[in-house]
């Protein structure tokens, strides 16, 4: 099992709602978008990004899971797929 960070982007725009069942589809694959910090707390990722675990270690499976679930959305889409180990920032806003 490995962690992947998704970048995903919805063409159109798409209504409000449609991001909305996006994210309820992506949560219910396991991906985040959120992320917890060496100090223990949780950190809002910036909009379109996501992190999660996959029975997979590459990158192009990971790619092609995340778009057929982004594709039951909406189906116009960029997708970036990478695989993650650790990560820093800065500004993003603690969340509860």
Do not use: C
Not at 58 to 76: G, L, Q, Y
Not at 81 to 90: G, H, N, P, R
């Amino acid at each position: 099992m490995s962690t992947f960070a998704m970048r995903i982007e919805l063409n159109g725009p798409p209504p409000r709602s449609v991001y909305d069942r996006l994210h309820e589809a992506l949560a219910r694959s396991g991906f985040n978008r959120s992320i917890v910090g060496y100090d223990g707390k949780r950190y809002k990722l910036p909009d379109g990004m996501y992190v999660g675990n996959l029975n997979t270690n590459d990158s192009v499976a990971a790619h092609d899971h995340i778009k057929s679930v982004v594709n039951s959305v909406h189906n116009s889409s960029e997708v970036v797929a990478f695989l993650y180990s650790s990560s820093a920032w800065t500004g993003l806003r603690q969340i509860a």
